[in-house]
């Protein structure tokens, strides 16, 4: 299926109020391996991004709220906001329980028309716009909380990735094409059922998102792996803690950058 806009049928909100997809990334994403690649990962991210203690941040989309305790814990005043009461509810109790409460402080926004009433000097959005259908409107919404001078860090999924090009040969040689595949001007997109609603997932063309973000006043400033490989949600126990540690190695090499699933992708706003 080809679609030149992504602004596909369906909303992303619903998905996110279910207390089901909280537990779901909790099982997927924060094995504990990937909690101590995230504890590096991080702080290391706010340091490239030239921050220090004391410095404010804007979380952009931050979902139950692990990487805004990890920049508070990191130093920084954080501004946490979520499009989902839900997940925003997860996020000021976790924030509460590592006695960081008073150093985030938490808004519900949507990131396609942000209205929060100022802009940061630093914005980071880990796996957020891959989960916006209308994807332009979620770069318009980025590129509008940052300041001019300022710093934005995106962590998005990768569309020449080791793991969908295996996805991709391995539903051929089965003939089990994906069900919705949405092509687009940023990369491709699908439909994935979460629980009882859909959810929008779409890997991105990376020169197309510079391409994006360069006409939105932005400049690339550096690329680096994220994850390696996202299968090691799929995996049992004892096949997922090796892919895991294969992550953390290629993250600290910073090699295969073309090929992970996921990338972190520094840009600076032009003064």
Not at 32 to 49: F, T
Not at 65 to 84: E, F, N, P, Q, W
Not at 112 to 129: H, I, Y
Request: aromatic share 10%; with cysteine; net charge positive.
């Amino acid at each position: 299926m080809s679609n030149d806009s992504n602004a596909v049928p369906g909303t992303e909100a619903a998905v996110f109020n279910q207390e089901g997809t909280v537990k779901t990334w909790d099982d997927d994403y924060y094995h504990p391996i990937a909690i101590k690649y995230y504890d590096a990962a991080i702080p290391q991210m706010l340091k490239e991004m030239g921050l220090s203690s004391g410095d404010r941040v804007l979380d952009a989309g931050c979902g139950p709220g692990v990487h805004s305790i990890r920049a508070a814990a990191y130093g920084c005043k954080v501004t946490a906001m979520d499009l989902s009461s839900t997940m925003l509810r997860h996020a000021a109790s976790r924030a509460k329980a590592a006695s960081l409460e008073d150093r985030i402080e938490f808004r519900q926004g949507d990131l396609t028309k942000p209205d929060l009433g100022e802009q940061f000097g630093a914005v980071f959005s880990w796996g957020v716009v891959i989960h916006v259908p209308d994807t332009e409107a979620a770069l318009d919404g980025l590129a509008s909380l940052v300041a001019p001078g300022g710093r934005l860090t995106l962590q998005v999924m990768n569309d020449r990735s080791f793991d969908y090009r295996f996805e991709k040969l391995l539903r051929k040689l089965l003939r089990r094409p994906f069900a919705e595949l949405v092509e687009t001007k940023l990369g491709s997109g699908n439909w994935y059922q979460l629980g009882d609603e859909r959810l929008w997932v779409l890997r991105f063309n990376m020169g197309a998102l510079d391409k994006a973000m360069k006409s939105r006043g932005f400049s690339l400033v550096s690329r680096r792996p994220a994850e390696f490989s996202e299968f090691q949600r799929r995996l049992p126990g004892a096949l997922r803690r090796p892919v895991l540690h294969l992550n953390t190695l290629i993250y600290r090499l910073r090699i295969l950058t073309g090929l992970s699933a996921t990338q972190m992708i520094f840009y600076s706003r032009d003064a």
